[in-house]
């Protein structure tokens, strides 16, 4: 597989060397030079298949012959071990719950995949991720390396400022992956990482890799399962499908958008944000004016300049699709709320971000379409804000209830970059 810069076209990489180096040149992002396409009786044949099977065909017409098919196979099926449900909510919309992962959110398809792939390229020389989070993204990759060989993970988060229960999820894993609680705000752990990523003697001694959200093996993994949706829906329900994506950085919109390039049947799309509306208003106004976000109860979308919009519009170009055509509908907080009631009294409990979704779609949903709109995250997983809205408590799921006795494992470091460089320095491998 050939990707090349979106902002300079001249540098050009493989897969392996997109998804060890995350961007390009000038922070520019890697975009596939070939976009495959299957026939229609493909496509048919490839909805016939179990999601694993289906995703490894899918992801290997990406990435061809660069990691051997039953390599890729194995990596599929370790990345892909949970399902993703079409769950009826009315009757022309469902929803594709992608939240039945270890935690509980979609990233982890596109994480844990990402973390199969580095493991199966690092070769011989182990690799440290290091990584600062607020909760969500440090879970989703603590799991997601958890258990493989030759790659260890070093995680950074501000000590008592993330909800016990997120600390839980990924702070009593052990092994492999290392929790360091710092003294200090998100900012400082985010700073203490730059840092490290400066000091080219720890990049070199721990073979640093930083497995950022916008590497290519991600949307590559994301694709898989918009394969599996319309392979639960009816034959007839497929002509016309409309799909609607919560969105922030777009990178969930850009792997939709690329399933439909591989000929994948979906009508139209729905670009729904949260009042950080950036796309929207380029999309009605032609210019491109992010302003400062603003935060909302569905923070996971909180973000004024999505870094995965040039590879959307650099497919539309390439397909030669118009942009006009992509539907798209802002919801802001009181909305998301009365639209969280609205889904529980049809029986269905859902958290801000499908909320948000949903109301778009269902707003804009002509006749005879079916809609599907993605669950992006457990409802569990914003317990407080949805058992607020909906004055009901939730059930914690397995995956949480699992770790919540369990005992916390992290390493206490002041913030101070010479203690944590001494801290890698002791973990570098020999
Ligand atoms: C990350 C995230 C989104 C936004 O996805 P993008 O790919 O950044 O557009 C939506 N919902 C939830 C729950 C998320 O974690």
Redesign the pocket.
């Known amino acids: 597989m050939k990707l090349y810069n979106l902002k300079d076209s001249s540098e050009q990489v493989s897969f392996s060397q997109a998804v060890k180096q995350g961007l390009g040149k000038r922070q520019g992002l890697f975009f596939p030079q070939d976009l495959p396409e299957f026939s229609r009786d493909e496509i048919d044949d490839l909805l016939k298949l179990d999601f694993v099977s289906r995703s490894q065909r899918i992801l290997s017409a990406f990435i061809g012959d660069e990691i051997s098919t039953e390599q890729l196979a194995d990596r599929v099926q370790n990345a892909f071990a949970f399902p993703a449900p079409v769950t009826a909510v009315e009757d022309d919309i469902a929803s594709l719950e992608l939240y039945h992962g270890p935690t509980l959110?979609?990233?982890d398809f596109g994480g844990r995949f990402m973390a199969q792939i580095l493991a199966q390229i690092a070769g011989e020389k182990p690799v440290t991720i290091l990584t600062a989070t607020s909760g969500?993204t440090g879970a989703a990759v603590a799991h997601a390396f958890y258990g493989l060989n030759n790659v260890q993970v070093v995680i950074l988060y501000p000590e008592g400022k993330i909800s016990p229960l997120q600390e839980k999820l990924f702070c009593t894993l052990g092994g492999n992956i290392h929790t360091v609680a710092i003294k200090g705000d998100f900012d400082v752990c985010q700073a203490l990482v730059k840092q490290a990523f400066d000091d080219e003697e720890l990049k070199q001694a721990l073979h640093l890799n930083s497995a950022n959200?916008i590497n290519i093996s991600r949307l590559l993994a994301q694709i898989c399962y918009y394969f599996e949706a319309v392979a639960q829906i009816s034959v007839e329900k497929r002509e016309q499908l409309v799909i609607s994506?919560?969105?922030?950085?777009?990178?969930?919109?850009?792997a939709g958008l690329l399933a439909k390039s591989l000929g994948l049947p979906i009508k139209r799309f729905v670009a729904a944000t949260n009042v950080n509306d950036t796309v929207p208003r380029y999309l009605a106004e032609g210019s491109w004016m992010p302003h400062q976000t603003i935060p909302t109860l569905?923070n996971?979308?909180d973000?004024s300049q999505?870094n995965?919009w040039p590879r959307i519009e650099e497919l539309f170009k390439r397909k030669g699709w118009a942009l006009s055509e992509l539907a798209n509908g802002v919801v802001d907080d009181a909305t998301t709320q009365s639209t969280m009631r609205e889904l529980a009294a049809k029986g269905y409990i859902s958290?801000p971000?499908?909320a948000i979704a949903y109301r778009v779609l269902r707003d804009q949903l002509q006749e005879g379409e079916y809609g599907l709109f993605l669950g992006?995250?457990h409802p569990a997983?914003f317990k407080e804000s949805v058992e607020a809205t909906l004055g009901q408590t939730l059930p914690l799921p397995v995956e949480l209830a699992d770790r919540a006795d369990l005992a916390l494992l992290s390493h206490f470091l002041p913030a101070d970059f010479s203690t944590l460089r001494e801290f890698l320095m002791e973990r570098a491998p020999k």
């Open positions: 959110a979609f990233k969500d959200s994506v919560p969105s922030g950085n777009f990178g969930n919109l850009t569905s996971a979308m973000v999505p995965n958290e971000h499908a992006t995250a997983k």
